[in-house]
Structures are given as C-alpha cells and as structure tokens.
C-alpha cells in the first residue's frame, strides 16, 4: 500500500518557469489537498477538491492551478513560477469527514531563483 | 473563521523530561482536534486525535484532552526520548469546513541525550 506518492521531491526553478507536482493516492480516498509549508506558518492551504471533477480554492491559491481528472491523482501546477512560491509543497488525502485522518506525502521541496 | 495557537518554538528538552506543547483553537462550529507530528524529511503523519469535549487522545506515550471550556488540546508527553525530535502540529476540522484542515504554526522538539 503506498499511500499518497509524491514527485519530484527536490525542484529548482527559474523565475518564469512552469511545472506540475504530482500527486497520486490508492486510498480510494475523496478528499485531496494541497499544502504550502513556510517556516513560523504551519501549513496553508492551497486548493483542494472533494472528488473527481471538483476542485476549490484554499487559503493561498494565487498562482497555482489544479484539477481531478481521476479519484487518484490530483496535479499542481504552477504556471509563471516566482521566488515567492519558494517554499514546501505537501500533498494530502482523506475520506471526506471532520474527525478523519489526513495521510501525507512526503513533500516537494521547491525552489524558486 | 477558524484558527489554532500553539505555543512558541522551538522547545529543547534533555531526554526522559516531561513535555507540554500548548495549543488554543477557535472554531465556527463542533470541531475535530488532531496532533500531527513531522519528522526530519518526512510528511506529516497523525498522532492522536479527539473528536468530543473530555475525549482523551494517546499514541506513542503522547497525550492530549479536548478541553471544550478552555478551547485547549494541549499535548503532553512524561518522559521524552531522542526519537521524539520532530515538528509537531496542532490542527483542527469542522463539519462546516469538513476534511479542510487548519494548522497551527508547529513547534519545533528537539530532544537532547
């Protein structure tokens, strides 16, 4: 069982530049997220989507698309990379209840020059 | 909206020490009290959780009880180990907010021999 499988781990990008993270979970799981991780600041949330073909903003979705094609995957993309989005990205997924739990990848670190 | 406060970090402890990470919420609505912990280059994962007022959560030698009149969770733990050097996270979900998750800021262990 893999879990929620995370790539690339390590990323660096020129400022301009566009990628995709991708994120993948066989879970069977309804719920997925994404995460930003900046130091003193916890996690922030992204975007998020409930189910294949719904997706929604989160806290801090300027400059980052995402989409659910499938159950299973759920891209993020960065289109005009900035310095600004330097930072962790975290994948997570769950079944879509309050008191579930949340299970994580182990993380993208990107870095914008 | 919703928010966690926890206690400032980072917190140095020297091993077998007890250990109190603090941790003050406010939520609209009911909500699930999760710790999660994140260890050196991983993801996060969950350690406990509470789910109703007085519910006790416990793993690993770790606690927390879910102290609706003072909107606590804070995490304890009597005798901390070397291994036990990790961030930890606060975080809370509503049925309003379902699986979004709101994160405190972390607090950085570390647990010295």
């Known amino acids: 069982n893999a879990g929620v499988t995370q790539t690339p781990k390590f990323q660096v990008l020129k400022t301009g530049q566009s990628m995709t993270l991708q994120c993948a979970q066989d879970?069977?799981?309804?719920?997925m997220s994404w995460y930003r991780q900046d130091p003193g600041m916890g996690l922030r949330l992204i975007h998020y989507?409930?189910?294949?073909?719904?997706?929604d903003q989160g806290e801090v979705p300027n400059g980052y698309n995402v989409s659910r094609s499938t159950t299973e995957d759920f891209p993020l993309r960065l289109l005009s990379a900035a310095p600004s989005q330097t930072s962790v990205y975290f994948c997570?997924?769950?079944?879509?209840?309050?008191?579930?739990?949340?299970?994580f990848g182990q993380g993208t670190r990107l870095t914008v020059v | 909206g919703n928010s966690v406060t926890q206690m400032e970090g980072p917190v140095t402890l020297s091993e077998e020490a007890f250990l109190t990470i603090n941790c003050t919420y406010t939520a609209t609505g009911y909500p699930s009290l999760f710790w999660y912990v994140q260890y050196p280059g991983e993801g996060l994962q969950l350690l406990l959780k509470a789910t109703k007022a007085d519910d006790k959560g416990s793993n690993k030698g770790f606690e927390a009880t879910y102290r609706k009149e003072t909107t606590s969770f804070h995490l304890e733990k009597g005798s901390v180990q070397v291994s036990d050097s990790a961030v930890y996270f606060c975080?809370?979900?509503?049925?309003?907010?379902?699986?979004?998750?709101?994160f405190g800021e972390g607090t950085q262990l570390t647990v010295n021999p």
């Open positions: 975080a809370l979900a509503t049925e309003t907010s379902g699986s979004r998750l709101t």
């Open positions: 989507s409930v189910g294949a073909g719904i997706t």
């Open positions: 879970m069977n799981h309804e719920y």
């Open positions: 997570a997924s769950s079944y879509n209840r309050a008191n579930t739990e949340a299970f």
